[in-house]
């Protein structure tokens, strides 16, 4: 929009998710801290948290599908989902706990 435009927004396109490359490359920063700036150190600090990586729109319809089916799953078809999502299988356990 105009506005947005006026404002300094800028819309970029949001990254595709297709197959999670995206999450499973790291965005490291490469740009050093500048030493002279007692700020810089924390500023620049890495987190140990992984990316958030949301889901796609194929992996949310069938986790979407399978929790119709059933609302519970046994290790082995959390194991199953798991490897035909191309997801971790805690992905697909937090996914569960956090829809039931």
Not at 37 to 44: D, E, F, K, L, V
Not at 45 to 55: F, L, N
Not at 73 to 90: F, G, K, M, P, Q
Request: hydrophobic share 25%; net charge positive.
């Amino acid at each position: 929009t105009s506005v947005g435009r006026e404002r300094g927004i800028v819309s970029t396109p949001r990254p595709s998710y297709e197959d999670n490359k995206a999450c499973d490359e790291g965005s490291e920063d490469k740009a050093r801290p500048d030493q002279t700036n007692p700020a810089a150190s924390w500023m620049h600090a890495r987190s140990s948290r992984k990316k958030r990586c949301p889901y796609t729109k194929y992996q949310t319809l069938e986790l979407e599908k399978e929790f119709l089916f059933n609302m519970y799953l046994t290790r082995d078809r959390r194991h199953e989902v798991a490897r035909l999502l191309n997801l971790s299988e805690r992905q697909v356990k937090i996914w569960f706990q956090n829809r039931g």
